[in-house]
C-alpha cells in the first residue's frame, strides 16, 4: 500500500507540474504578454531618448523600436514552426 500511496503522489506532483507548465505557456504566447513587452519597450526607449539624449520628438523616435519588437513577436511562431519541422524534426523520426 505504501508504493500505491508514493505512486498517487508522485502522479499529483506531475499533475501539477503540467499544470504549471501549461499556464506559463499560455502566459509565454499572450497577446497580453506581448502588448505588455510592447509597452516596456515603448516608455524605457522613450525616456531614454527624452530625458537622457534630449532628443525632439523623442514619442515618434521610440515607436520605431517597439515596432520592431512587435513584429519579431508576430513573425517568431513562423520561424519556430520552420526550426521545428526542418532542424529539430531532423532525425527524430
Do not use: C
Request: charged share 25%; hydrophobic share 50%.
Amino acid at each position: 500500500m505504501a508504493s500505491l500511496r508514493k505512486l498517487e503522489k508522485d502522479i499529483e506532483l506531475i499533475r501539477r507540474r503540467n499544470a504549471k507548465v501549461e499556464a506559463d505557456k499560455a502566459w509565454e504566447t499572450s497577446y497580453s504578454r506581448r502588448l505588455l513587452l510592447i509597452l516596456f519597450t515603448y516608455l524605457a526607449i522613450f525616456f531614454y531618448l527624452q530625458f537622457i539624449i534630449h532628443l525632439q520628438n523623442a514619442w515618434l523616435n521610440a515607436l520605431v523600436p517597439s515596432i520592431g519588437f512587435l513584429l519579431s513577436t508576430l513573425t517568431l511562431p513562423f520561424f519556430k514552426g520552420v526550426w521545428l519541422e526542418r532542424i529539430y524534426g531532423k532525425g527524430r523520426a
